[in-house]
């Protein structure tokens, strides 16, 4: 893992990759796009509002996916002193935090026509909302402090804790029986959506995850440059004092 | 043990010395819930439908109040270090913090909460179960409120960041202390609520005072 951490090997590395994670982005979702907007049949019982579901799941799966990111890159952050996953989890956060809030947009424009009403305080939506916040407090927790490496330590630990929040969201459709569907993708016993309606999703789901791939590499970097940046200046600054 | 005995002794002599924090805090909570037969209306009924909802929003809130200064002073006057020196494990003293938080806090609450009760009209067979669910509950909400303290220790706008923090986490503890109320309300049981809370007080008892003392630990490096 300590190979990764050196900031030089990454920038070759990171350049090396993200062509290929922006291709197969935009490659991903214009298929998924297309797939999802024309060549895919209507669902029997909601019509056209159906759609909506190929930008509303792939983005709720990578609210979860991209926490459990942000939890694994703070625990290795906290155990090893990586200096990369503190810079990860910090380039993370505001990607998840966006995917968080695409996925309650979406499934609010889909539960106005579905289920009649922009929001039901239902357990799987309350979770993500909390999922939300906890997104907005570690932001707001690592550019809380003067000195950013005590930022990324302690919003690290937030991340940590508020890990308890991810299996809560998983199961809350199973554990409480309320308005949101239960899973029909990622089940025991195959999914039970047809192949014309998981071809799409699954490009989409696909094409997020190069997505986010691709901007993280691009907030590293930047965040790399940054930290450089700041040196440079603090020694320039003890060179003129 | 005996460091986590001091600990406790030391927060609770300086609680008694001032007994002001704890009171205001106490006022606080009376003081917010007077506002709500103002703000929604002096009918008894709406009052009784809401009261258990109010007595626990605002109890959360006044525990929320009291949070900022758990490790602020210690961090100021240095006592933070020489507590993190000793020889006894920091989770365990973080737990003696929380502990005694409680005791100035969260107890003075419970006693509080019956003349809330009063105020807002809650039926007579609410009173046990709100009781019961303030007494499993509030402790959780120290251990919680202390990771966030910990976390926020020499924040820039520490006191705005520490509600943001720590009222995500509190969702549950409210979901199910209300949930409580109602239920017994409704004459069911409250029960399994009760038995869910105390399952969030076994999840944050071993596992908070262990944030909190990594929190404390990078905050002193």
Redesign the interface.
Known sequence: MHRFANPARFLRMAAAVLPWSAALTVGCLGAGLWFALFDSPADYQQGETVRIMYVHVPAAWMALFVYTNLAIASAVA?VWKHPLADLAARAMAPIGAAFTALSLITGSLWGQPMWGTWWVWDARL?SVL?LF??Y??HI??AN???DPT??N??AA??A???A?NVPIIKFSVDWWNTLHQPASIVRIGGPTIDSSMLTPLLLMAFGFTFYFVSVLILRIRAEILARKLRTLRFAQGEATA | MNAFVAVVARDLRLALRAPGDSATVVLFFVLTVILFPFGVGPEPQILARIASGIAWVTALLACLLSLDRLFQLESEDGSLEQIALSPAPLELLALGKCLAHWLTTGLPLIAASPLIALFLHLPAEGYPALLAALAIGTPTLSLIGGIGAALTLGARRGGVLLPLLVLPLYIPVLIFGVAAVEAELAGLSARPHLLMLGGLAALALPLAPWAIAAALRQSLE
Request: aromatic share 10%; hydrophobic share 70%; proline share 0%.
């Open positions: 906290l309350t909390i916040f906890l907005l407090g707001a927790l809380a402090f003067d005590r930022g330590r302690a630990i937030l940590l804790v508020g308890v």
